[in-house]
């Protein structure tokens, strides 16, 4: 995959990104949830009577099983419908492939764009609390990544869909209407420097209690400067000399709270951290962890922490609770409060040395919105391993992205006044949840089952079918629509130093034809029919893997379709190309070239894009 401009971060997105998109008066409903609709009687039987055989069939299995290895089972998935940047430590219902490098700074860009979004059941917030050891040592780690990039586009010279075109205006000339000369819209290179921090103390000594502390930061400036009408302007530049300064986490963990002696563990967090659970949060606030031999709670609140925008609620409440009702079933319940209620009821129950069911409910305040039952298969040896899920959308009262993109943004600059409609004008500040022109969550059904199989010690192969259905067709909008998608993967491990990974994948959506549409300005219908994409990726190691050579290599073909024309045959092709170098056991340098060749016809004034980037790591522990 190509080197992308947009920046990527090492730890959890927090949705932040909602306020700062599309600036347009869209669809999506902007009514208190409250106020919309609530589901029926029917439906809430529907829930309870699932939720009560799913209950009593985990309850039944009961310890006739030998108890097996729970770190073979915790790839189970609960696919959901939503945005990719809901949550960057998210579960992956993709196969098992081959993870080229040592990323643990920085998330590569994925070679496929639209992998199944899923909603997990979090652990709780804080970790396992191992026993307090007097005499262990303190210990000290550090992490520093520094990145140089640079990114470049080649234009054609046509003008772009806008009509702008990419020369000055000639003297004594106006351009007609809707025509105009804007040479500062083709800027043609843009550089960055990106820089990540992450330093550790653990196990300080304080008396019989002991102090664990994280600080992770974040820096990243625009080294050249952008022009007003750039492509590759972002939320860098909007910030005093293009810079920004992240204080990602910065907490301590305090630990043996508890009697000495005791079965239950007590800890307590306090500073600026990551929640998980319900939804994901940055808060600026504490934790109190209670781990106990039959279950676990994480109890936490705070002031929700933001960068780039000012929101009017901020407060946080919530909890994770982990109850281990027998040896083989799991039962937990995870709450958040922030603008809304959300809560997650999940059940686990491992059958056998090989099964492992699991169901969910998810819901906002007292709205069913996602019910999931699925069911992981992992053979003896682990050679073959097969994930089914069936999801139910019960209401279209969902969040489009996550629960953090309905908080109102005080800051003017964020900020869409009603300037023109309605008539006549308020000049007033609208919600933030009508920004986006998605529109609503349709209720769907979906079912995917997933596997993968070890054929011998140096090939894999795998397969994913997927298959989505919105229950009302009239319903249907461009970005929410029944489809049909089949992939196939394999792995090739030729040598302990060789690498090989492909996939080829196939999805069919059902869109009526555009011309149906009753309006104009109707785009319902409106968007790609089928697609095919194959990607494959390679590694190779020299020197015990000091030294690794990498490429990538994707190719899609899709047809589209608008009211005004249907695009057969498309084509898009990317490519990439990687050096590592380890240079010591703490030093890494990595240098990545990316090229990427849009859609003409989308993108008439840029002929490519490419990028360089150099990376720098160090580790340090002591």
Do not use: C
């Given at each position: 995959m190509p080197i992308r401009h947009e920046d990527t971060k090492p730890h959890q997105p927090d949705g932040e990104f909602a306020l700062h998109s599309s600036q347009c008066i869209g669809n999506a409903d902007s009514r208190p949830l409250a106020e919309r609709s609530q589901p029926t009687l029917v439906k809430w039987r529907l829930v309870v009577a699932l939720l009560l055989i799913c209950l009593c069939a985990v309850s039944g299995f009961g310890q006739q099983s030998e108890k097996v290895d729970r770190s073979k089972t915790d790839s189970a998935q609960t696919p959901r419908a939503g945005s990719d940047s809901k949550t960057s430590n998210q579960d992956n219902v993709e196969p098992a492939r081959i993870d080229i490098g040592d990323e643990a700074s920085e998330t590569k860009p994925a070679l496929l764009s639209s992998v199944p979004v899923v909603r997990t059941t979090r652990r709780a917030t804080?970790?396992?609390?191992?026993?307090?050891?007097?005499?262990?040592?303190?210990?000290?780690?550090?992490?520093?990544?520094?990145?140089?990039?640079?990114?470049?586009?080649?234009?054609?010279?046509?003008?772009?869909?806008?009509?702008?075109?990419?020369?000055?205006?000639?003297?004594?000339?106006?351009?007609?209407?809707?025509?105009?000369?804007?040479?500062?819209?083709?800027?043609?290179?843009?550089?960055?420097?990106?820089?990540?921090?992450?330093?550790?103390?653990?196990?300080?000594?304080?008396?019989?209690?002991?102090?664990?502390?994280?600080?992770?930061?974040?820096?990243?400036?625009?080294?050249?400067?952008?022009?007003?009408?750039?492509?590759?302007?972002?939320?860098?530049?909007?910030?005093?000399?293009?810079?920004?300064?992240?204080?990602?986490?910065?907490?301590?963990?305090?630990?043996?709270?508890?009697?000495?002696?005791?079965?239950?563990?007590v800890s307590l967090r306090i500073g600026r951290?990551?929640?998980?659970?319900?939804?994901?949060?940055?808060?600026?606030?504490?934790?109190?962890?209670?781990?106990?031999?039959?279950?676990?709670?994480?109890?936490?609140?705070?002031?929700?922490?933001?960068?780039?925008?000012?929101?009017?609620?901020?407060?946080?409440?919530?909890?994770?609770?982990?109850?281990?009702?027998?040896?083989?079933?799991?039962?937990?319940?995870?709450?958040?409060?922030?603008?809304?209620?959300?809560?997650?009821?999940?059940?686990?129950?491992?059958?056998?040395?090989?099964?492992?069911?699991?169901?969910?409910?998810?819901?906002?305040?007292?709205?069913?919105v996602d019910l999931n039952v699925g069911a992981t298969y992992l053979s003896p040896g682990a050679k073959t391993r097969v994930t089914m899920n069936f999801l139910?959308?019960?209401?279209?009262?969902?969040?489009?992205?996550?629960?953090?993109?309905?908080?109102?943004?005080?800051?003017?600059?964020?900020?869409?006044?009603?300037?023109?409609?309605?008539?006549?004008?308020?000049?007033?500040?609208?919600?933030?949840?009508?920004?986006?022109?998605?529109?609503?969550?349709?209720?769907?059904?979906?079912?995917?089952?997933?596997?993968?199989?070890?054929?011998?010690?140096?090939?894999?192969?795998?397969?994913?079918?997927?298959?989505?259905?919105?229950?009302?067709?009239?319903?249907?909008?461009?970005?929410?629509?029944?489809?049909?998608?089949?992939?196939?993967?394999?792995?090739?491990?030729?040598?302990?130093?060789?690498?090989?990974?492909?996939?080829?994948?196939?999805?069919?959506?059902?869109?009526?034809?555009?011309?149906?549409?009753?309006?104009?300005?109707?785009?319902s219908l409106e968007g790609e029919k089928t697609f095919h994409e194959v990607f494959a990726n390679a590694a190779y190691h020299f020197f015990s893997g000091r030294l690794t050579f990498e490429g990538g290599l994707f190719y899609r073909r899709f047809d589209t379709q608008s009211r005004l024309i249907s695009l057969k045959g498309m084509d898009a092709i990317s490519y990439n190309a990687g050096l590592k170098m380890r240079i010591a056991r703490d030093y890494k340098l990595a240098l990545e070239y990316g090229f990427d060749r849009e859609l003409s016809f989308l993108n008439p004034d840029i002929d490519y894009t490419q990028g360089f980037r150099v990376r720098f790591e160090w580790r340090f522990s002591r």
């Open positions: 804080s970790r396992a609390q191992p026993g307090i050891e007097k005499g262990r040592p303190a210990s000290f780690s550090l992490y520093f990544m520094s990145e140089y990039r640079r990114d470049e586009i080649k234009y054609t010279g046509k003008p772009t869909l806008a009509l702008q075109f990419p020369s000055p205006v000639p003297p004594f000339s106006v351009p007609d209407p809707p025509i105009h000369f804007v040479p500062e819209a083709f800027e043609p290179n843009d550089e960055q420097f990106v820089s990540y921090l992450s330093a550790t103390f653990k196990d300080i000594g304080l008396g019989r209690l002991r102090l664990d502390t994280q600080v992770s930061v974040r820096y990243s400036a625009d080294l050249d400067g952008t022009t007003a009408a750039s492509p590759f302007l972002g939320i860098r530049d909007a910030f005093v000399g293009r810079r920004i300064f992240e204080p990602l986490t910065f907490f301590g963990d305090l630990r043996g709270l508890s009697p000495e002696g005791s079965s239950t563990k951290q990551y929640v998980y659970g319900a939804t994901p949060l940055r808060v600026d606030g504490g934790t109190l962890s209670i781990k106990h031999p039959r279950f676990s709670l994480d109890v936490f609140g705070g002031r929700r922490a933001t960068f780039y925008s000012d929101p009017g609620e901020r407060g946080v409440a919530g909890e994770n609770f982990v109850f281990n009702a027998t040896e083989h079933t799991t039962i937990r319940y995870d709450f958040a409060h922030y603008i809304d209620n959300v809560h997650t009821l999940g059940v686990r129950h491992v059958l056998g040395e090989s099964w492992m069911l699991n169901g969910s409910l998810f819901m906002i305040d007292t709205d069913p139910e959308k019960l209401t279209s009262n969902d969040f489009i992205y996550d629960q953090s993109y309905r908080a109102f943004a005080r800051n003017p600059e964020n900020q869409i006044r009603f300037r023109f409609f309605p008539l006549p004008p308020t000049g007033q500040a609208f919600d933030a949840r009508g920004r986006l022109n998605l529109g609503l969550v349709n209720p769907y059904t979906q079912f995917n089952v997933d596997g993968y199989r070890n054929l011998t010690s140096k090939v894999g192969v795998g397969g994913t079918v997927w298959v989505r259905k919105i229950n009302s067709r009239r319903n249907e909008g461009p970005f929410d629509t029944s489809f049909q998608e089949v992939r196939a993967n394999a792995d090739y491990y030729p040598s302990a130093a060789f690498e090989v990974g492909t996939e080829y994948r196939y999805r069919h959506l059902s869109r009526a034809d555009a011309e149906d549409a009753k309006f104009f300005d109707d785009i």
